[in-house]
């Protein structure tokens, strides 16, 4: 059974940093491009960021360009996100995403970051 | 991007059809998925590649895109279907577009 386990959500200061993590399993991690998408709270969703099988290439929106780094670990089926300079903006629950060609079949459970002081 | 119109919402009796649609300029030319959510819950695919259903998702789902405009298509709706939908295309590696989302109210 594919499996998406997202943690590290939080409450957390304008301007702080937090790091969410993914741990994936049932499926051959290392052969899948991976997402984060993110839903602010009674909004739609939002796609964040992807990273390719080998983390060669990674991609952005714009609005977390050089603030957020999406990283993985192959080894260790995990995907992350580090999250630095956060804003009121940013809060929404998280969730990991498995890139089945443009779509997305797997979905973890979704982790909330609530920016707020 | 490119921004994906769905209507905020669409109500339907339960044993009809309901049609939901996602529109943008030659939406026609791009691969179309569509995902269900229930309150709580995390998104479900539950049409890819314009009119593929995912294994398990049952055949009252389908859904084409044409033109300027792709469209989700539940026939006999039930109680159950009452959920957001959303439309996504992949215009490229660094560009994934999700509509606005369709809040779907079963009467």
């Known amino acids: 059974e594919v499996q998406l386990v997202e943690s590290g959500g939080d409450l957390v200061q304008p301007g702080g940093s937090l790091r969410l993590s993914c741990a994936a399993s049932g499926f051959s991690f290392s052969t899948y491009w991976m997402s984060w998408v993110r839903q602010a709270p009674g909004k739609g969703l939002e796609w964040v960021a992807n990273i390719k099988q080998d ?13 957020f780094t999406i990283s993985r670990d192959n080894a260790k089926k995990s995907l992350y996100l580090q999250m630095t300079s956060l804003r009121a903006e940013d809060t929404a629950v998280y969730y990991c995403a498995r890139d089945g060609g443009g779509y997305y079949l797997a979905w973890g459970q979704g982790t909330l970051v609530t920016v707020s002081s | 991007s490119h921004v994906l119109t769905q209507p905020p919402s669409v ?76 439309c996504q295309v992949w215009d490229s590696t660094s560009d994934v577009v999700f509509g606005g989302g369709t809040k779907l109210t079963v009467l």
């Open chain 2, 11 to 86: 109500s339907v009796a339960p044993g009809k059809t309901a049609r939901i649609t996602c529109g943008r300029n030659n939406i026609g030319s791009k691969s179309v998925h569509w995902y269900q959510q229930k309150p709580g819950q995390a998104p479900v695919l539950v049409i890819y590649h314009d009119s593929d259903r995912p294994s398990g998702i049952p055949e009252r789902f389908s859904g084409s895109n044409s033109g300027n405009t792709a469209t989700l298509t539940i026939s006999r709706v039930e109680a159950g279907d009452e959920a957001d939908y959303y």
């Open chain 1, 55 to 67: 983390g060669s290439d990674k991609y952005y929106m714009d609005s977390v360009k050089g603030r």
